[in-house]
């Protein structure tokens, strides 16, 4: 009980986060009397975990796009293909944060990265700042379901879910959130840009061509996946020496020396999540070896009387963790002990990946204390509360489409089933 105190002290006096769990799990195995061995056997199961290698290699990959000019030219495209349509430069903010966010798995990474420019184009379009800053700071988590996310990947491994089947799950949910984003912006806007970004061919095809070595690698990842050409640890492989070759070689965007600072970079976000998840995983293995979830799940049954009232619980627990906690710390932290009770339940694990991916990707814009509102704020140079205002109708809508997304499972596992 003693250790336990010391570990939520630790906590509070901002600690970090491995550090403190593996404090919990230490002070819970000697309560419990259990064998510390246990803990050391933690490791050993996460390097049995066949899609790891994914992990670095995507987040690799992810890091040099992003340290290069591709998210100018993929926003070129998109302004291309979607500029000439009312509000045409707000949805090409959308579809270019979540093309974005989709490769780097990063959501802070795409205010950086791209954050700047659309503030400026935005702003010459005469969209106001308060609509502007809301939709940029939400915009950087929208490609969290999509190919090749990070964060997709290591839900995988923490739940065991087929990461292949994840991927095809979040797709047509993804797709209705940009499309609920992209309505509203151009409700919001059409009447400011309708006018100003004509449909050329030209310019598409002068925008394809500048991008034409990095607009397919979606493509070819999401195809090689699903038709079984490699599995995602390969697709990882191909994806990071692709990238690499297109931009140093290629686009020369990078150089070869460039490229350690962008490896340290990305190690340094892997590390972390590995060692989280070790001790995450130490911690969730007392748990179980002590039924805790059983227990956990007998207790709350008298408030849950069927599958729904769990997953309106869900949510809002979901919510409440997503604007306090980084969603990869979240995925090593809850998922494992979600899923028990959700499987008393009938709950699809699939679909459970769904919800509880939309779920952290609405609290990085979430107050108090979303990571993208401080990001946002600092990046921008605004008041906090002002970033707070402008997120809120974003966040409704939003929300909106998580319960949909809840209450219909469909939508989730039509192209998986």
Known sequence: MIGRV??????????????????IALASYLDAEMPLSSIMITFYQISEMQVL??????????????????????????????????????????????????????????????????????????????????????GGSLGLLFPPSLAVILYGVVSRAPVEDLFLAGLIPGLLIVVVLSTYAALRTGRLSSPRQPFSWKELGLALREAAWEVPLPVVLILGIYTGFFTVSEAAVVGAAYIVVVEVFVYRDLRLRDLGAVARDSAVLVGGILIILGMTMAVTNFVIDNEIPRKLFDSVTQYMTNKYAFLVSLNVFLLLVGCMIDIYAAIVLIVPLMIPIAEEFAVDPVHLGIVFLVNMGIGYATPPVGINLFIASVRFEKPILRVYWACLPFIILLLIVLAVLTFVPALSLFLVR
Do not use: D, K
């Open 53 to 138: 290698p994914s992990l670095p290699l995507f987040a690799f990959g992810g890091y040099v796009l992003a340290a290069s000019r591709a998210p100018n030219r993929l926003l070129r495209v998109a302004n291309a293909l979607l500029g000439w349509m009312p509000g045409g430069l707000s949805i090409v903010a959308i579809c270019a944060s979540t093309m974005v966010t989709a490769v780097t798995g990063a959501s802070g990474v795409t205010i950086v990265a791209l954050g700047g420019l659309l503030m400026v184009a935005l702003e010459r379009e005469g969209v106001g700042e308060h609509f502007r800053l809301g939709l940029v700071t939400t």
């Open 6 to 23: 010391v570990a939520i002290i630790l906590a509070l006096a901002g600690v970090p986060l491995f550090a403190v769990m593996g404090a």
